[in-house]
């Protein structure tokens, strides 16, 4: 069983459209979590951690369920530019190796 | 440009021969992380660095490569007797240990072994 386990996609979504991607992770020491985005042939970017109480970033939220192994990324009103992939990260502390998932492919439609 | 730089972006070589890449990371991070990623997959740890220190390697570091730090600021990742298989896209990553833990990424170096 992988470590960090996506939906590999592809998503095709209308522009304007909420989608929601999950993750689940294996290892119950995990501590810190993080959606990454990655743009075709371009380096993962960071696009937000992923914090127990959940948080939003703008059009972003992202949640976490520590009990179950679970987070989720939401993105709503979707925008062209959101076309990407999303990438699932996980942690085990103290600024250590980081655990990436497959990706998630996203194609925002006009 | 404070990013983390590496070059150079692209390498082709044939097999068998020995390449060298290297990664400056942002200048305050004190921890430099090599990853590789292949097509359809994503970024797989390979070592990190403490300033001059390597931490940690994993399982898929074989002995053909080799990753330094020497002064703690810029790093290089040397592999030699490269395969078909070594081809892929490298990546350096820094963060700074007292500080949050997420990692900011290069822009890589796509290696293409023929």
């Known amino acids: 069983r992988k470590e960090v386990e996506q939906d590999p996609g592809p998503f095709n979504v209308p522009e304007g459209a909420t989608v929601a991607f999950n993750c689940t992770y294996s290892?119950?020491?995990?501590?810190?979590f993080f959606w990454y985005r990655q743009d075709c042939r371009k380096e993962p970017k960071l696009l937000m951690s992923v914090y127990s109480s959940g948080n939003e970033d703008g059009r972003f939220t992202a949640q976490l369920n520590r009990a179950s192994q679970y987070i989720s990324l939401l993105i709503r009103d979707s925008k062209l530019s959101d076309s990407a992939t999303y990438l699932c990260?996980?942690?085990?502390?103290?600024?250590?190796?980081?655990?990436f998932g497959t990706g998630t492919r996203l194609t925002i439609i006009p | 440009d404070t990013g983390v730089s590496q070059d150079p972006r692209h390498k082709i070589t044939k097999r068998g021969q020995n390449v060298t890449f290297r990664c400056d990371p942002i200048?305050?991070?004190?921890?430099l992380y090599w990853y590789r990623q292949t097509l359809g997959q994503g970024p797989e740890f390979l070592t990190y660095f403490q300033n001059e220190a390597q931490l940690e390697k994993s399982r898929l570091l074989s002995d053909r490569f080799s990753a330094e730090r020497p002064k703690g600021s810029f790093s290089t990742l040397e592999i030699q007797r490269t395969e078909q298989g070594d081809s892929a896209m490298y990546l350096c990553a820094s963060s700074h240990s007292g500080g949050a833990p997420a990692q900011y990424f290069g822009p890589g170096t796509r290696l293409t072994v023929l």
């Open positions: 990260v996980v942690n085990r502390g103290g600024n250590e190796k980081l655990t």
């Open positions: 200048s305050e991070h004190n921890r």
């Open positions: 290892n119950s020491a995990s501590q810190s």
